[in-house]
Every structure is written in C-alpha cells, then in structure tokens.
C-alpha cells in the first residue's frame, strides 16, 4: 500500500510541476492554485509513505521518478528539446533509483 501511496504522490508532484509550468506561461492563477492542492497531496503522500519505506529510497524515488517523468512531459507538452546530455543523466538517474532500491 505505501509503495502505492509514494507511486501516486510521484504522479501528483508531476501534475504541480506542470501546473507550475502553465501558471508561469499564462499568467492564470487558477494553475497556482492547482500547484498547490497537488504539490500539498504529493507530499502528503510522500509522508506516508515514510513510516514503512526508508527515506533514502522513497525521497529518492519520488524525486527521481518525478524528474524523469517532468522531463517527459516538458518534451511531449512543452515541445522542450531534449540532447543527449539530458538523456544520459535522466538515464543515469533512473539508474540510481533502480539502485537504491536493490540495495534496500
């Protein structure tokens, strides 16, 4: 359940994140708005998740996952360029939240 929690808490630091993306693009508070209810939701997510997965594993998996996923969404919805360089360290992020985890 608490790895559940952390997955759903990933997913709404990265509807804030994008939420805080909008509000910056269109200057509508609404989006700040949303920012905050989902950003609020994630962490209490993330809080919850700590009392049965070690911090360094679900810090590291929420902020590792919602990088990864944020950098998705900036190419797909905010037409941002993604290099090489920006797809090696994602990578190499990934692997050390893969890592993290095996090592638990």
Known sequence: MHWLVLA???IFEVIATSSMKYASIS???LYLI??????????AGLF???KKI???IAYAMWA???I????IVGFLIFKEVITIN???????????VVGLKLSA
Do not use: E, H, R
Request: hydrophobic letters at 60%.
């Open 64 to 66: 590792g996952c919602g």
């Open 48 to 50: 919850y998740a700590l």
């Open 27 to 29: 200057k509508n508070n």
């Open 86 to 96: 920006k797809l090696i360290f994602i990578v190499l992020i990934v692997i050390g």
């Open 54 to 56: 070690d911090l360094s």
């Open 34 to 43: 949303i920012f905050a209810i989902f950003f609020s939701f994630s962490l």
């Open 68 to 71: 990864t996923l944020i950098s």
């Open 8 to 10: 759903i808490s990933i």
